[in-house]
């Protein structure tokens, strides 16, 4: 009877073992192999009904755990893990084949007519023919049954080993040892039960696992990156919905910003400078995409996706009109800050107007108020920015929890340009950035560049996921270039993967994400319209 300290025994030596592991030491993963090499035989072994074909999967199943050693959470639950990976490489084999084990089993006649004349290992020490007779036995046998069967031969006949590797109780393997014995063609019992015992894998198994192995350690071997789904991070939408409302958010976000920066200006000067930056981004943009769509056009349209060049050339919209956008902003402002402080002394004695919305709550915590929101104010550039633990200003907001505005600085931001760990608006920098344009160690959005990123136009260091993307280590997208590209490598990782995981949700929440962007730019465009309005109404003659 296997006891409970037995069992925590084994769980603190794979623990153990995989810390030497990782910390390079190869001879600590040639116990592991050793350890579990019989279990994972066995599993594609039933699987397949081939010992070549199972052996080839076995040493996949290790060689990748070797590269992915780091990303195991719970060291005590390697041999969990590593049937984990066994099973998908099974069912990956079965799936590419097209057939169930059962079917790829040869007759006795075209195993003796094709026999190899070379002779397998000592170890191996097993005919194609006698290879033939025992699949013929056992493939009759149902998988639960015959896993624990095969198991239990090649582990010297002990039920004891069986569960334990099986994570079944003893009285469970026997019984399902003596239903699958019964069905077991009797003539052939007593074969099968010697060949399973002479088929299990030794020495030299370890031997090539170990020389297969890249000389990078286990931790520099898994530190190779992957991304998620093709070209999932690239759609900001799913389906027909996401593709018509998509470019219908967009252009309702930058027609609200359009028309708020309109409605602050007070005199026609200003309001033709305006239109100049926004006219001369647009046009610089379609310049742009003019000069980039044709090539583009010609490498999807040549493989069948011209729906994910749509995505790109959208994304690309977008993107190419933030920054246009920002360069103009930025080279303008010094000129723009005398415009106004000769507006405010000329104009308003030098004392600040009220803005469109003001409000501060009368609550405040280390001199700061709890909130303070200040919307639609024409000289807000040149004011100190917004500062509260939840800021809302027009040009620029400082929060400890929050921030919203042009420039919006705080744990969680929202903005023109929003920094912080968590910050989301056009031009984004944090930790995870989520954004049109996107820096940070986590990014998404349509350009994305961080450690690990998401979006239609990616570029990580780790990986990177999404239409056009570019990894050192591991990138899955329509257009991919990494270490490991678009393969079952980069597919294991990421569905391991935390920030995969998320990027996933976040796509399917595409048309949500831009609402999130659209919705508040749109009412405080109304809000500074209204103030507008309210404005002229004062300064016109009452008719």
């Known amino acids: 009877m296997i006891t409970t300290s037995m069992i925590s025994t084994a769980a603190q030596n794979d623990s153990d073992l995989v810390g030497e592991t990782l910390s390079g030491n190869r001879d600590a993963f040639s116990q592991i192999v050793t350890r579990y090499q019989s279990l994972i035989c066995s599993l594609t072994y039933s699987a397949t009904g081939s010992l070549g074909q199972s052996e080839d999967l076995a040493q996949e199943t290790f060689i990748t755990a070797w590269k992915h050693l780091r990303h195991l959470r719970e060291r005590d639950k390697l041999r969990a893990w590593l049937c984990g990976i066994a099973r998908n490489r099974i069912n990956n084999f079965l799936r590419r084949e097209g057939r169930e084990p059962v079917r790829k089993a040869e007759s006795l006649d075209e195993v003796s007519e094709a026999h190899s004349p070379e002779p397998l290992p000592t170890e191996h020490a097993i005919s194609r023919e006698e290879e033939a007779i025992l699949w013929r036995a056992l493939e009759r046998v149902p998988e639960n049954y015959r896993e624990p069967l095969v198991l239990f031969y090649r582990e010297h006949k002990s039920i004891e080993a069986v569960a334990a590797q099986l994570d079944l109780t003893e009285d469970n393997v026997k019984q399902r040892l003596s239903r699958g014995r019964k069905l077991l063609q009797e003539q052939v019992q007593s074969f099968v039960e010697g060949a399973l015992e002479r088929t ?17 350690s286990a931790s520099k071997a898994a530190a190779i990156g992957a991304a998620m789904a093709k070209g999932g991070a690239a759609k900001t939408g799913a389906g027909l919905l996401g593709t ?24 026609e000067e200003e309001r033709w400078h305006i239109k100049r930056i926004f006219l001369q981004s647009l046009v610089i943009t379609l310049a742009i995409l003019t000069v980039v769509a044709v090539p583009l056009y010609w490498i999807f349209h040549g493989r069948n996706e011209t729906n994910v060049f749509g995505d790109l050339m959208l994304n690309a919209a977008v993107d190419i009109y933030l920054l246009t956008l920002a360069v103009y902003v930025i080279a303008t402002l010094g000129r723009r800050h005398r415009h106004l402080a000769d507006s405010l002394a000329k104009e308003c004695g030098g004392n600040f107007p009220p803005a469109a919305y003001e409000y501060r709550s009368r609550w405040s915590l280390f001199g700061l108020p709890l909130i303070h929101v200040r919307i639609g104010d024409r000289f807000d550039v040149i004011r100190p920015p ?7 200003g027009s040009s620029h907001a400082v929060g400890v929890i929050f921030a919203s505005g042009g420039i919006a600085i705080a744990p969680f931001s929202f903005g023109g340009i929003a920094i912080g760990l968590v910050p989301f608006g056009a031009l984004t920098l944090g930790a995870f950035s989520l954004g049109a344009i996107s820096l940070g160690i986590w990014s998404f959005g349509g350009m994305a560049m961080g450690m690990q990123t998401a979006g239609a136009v990616g570029i990580g260091w780790e990986s990177a996921q999404g239409g056009l993307v570019m990894a050192h280590s591991f990138a899955i997208g329509d257009i991919a270039h990494a270490i490991q590209a678009n393969n079952d490598y980069a597919t294991q990782f990421f ?12 796509n399917r929440l595409g048309i949500l994400m831009m609402l999130a962007w659209v919705m508040p730019l749109y009412v405080q465009s109304r809000i500074i319209t209204r103030a507008r309005n309210r404005r002229e109404k004062t300064i016109s003659p009452i008719s």
């Open 386 to 392: 917004v500062k509260a633990w939840i800021a809302i």
């Open 495 to 506: 569905r391991h993967d935390l920030f995969s995981r998320i990027a996933k949700v976040l």
């Open 200 to 216: 299990n894998p030794g020495k030299a198994f370890t031997l090539d696992i170990m020389t297969a192995l890249p000389a990078a």
């Open 244 to 267: 018509v409302l998509s470019p219908v958010l967009a252009l309702l976000g930058f027609y609200s910003s359009y028309r708020m920066s309109i409605d602050e200006a007070h005199t």
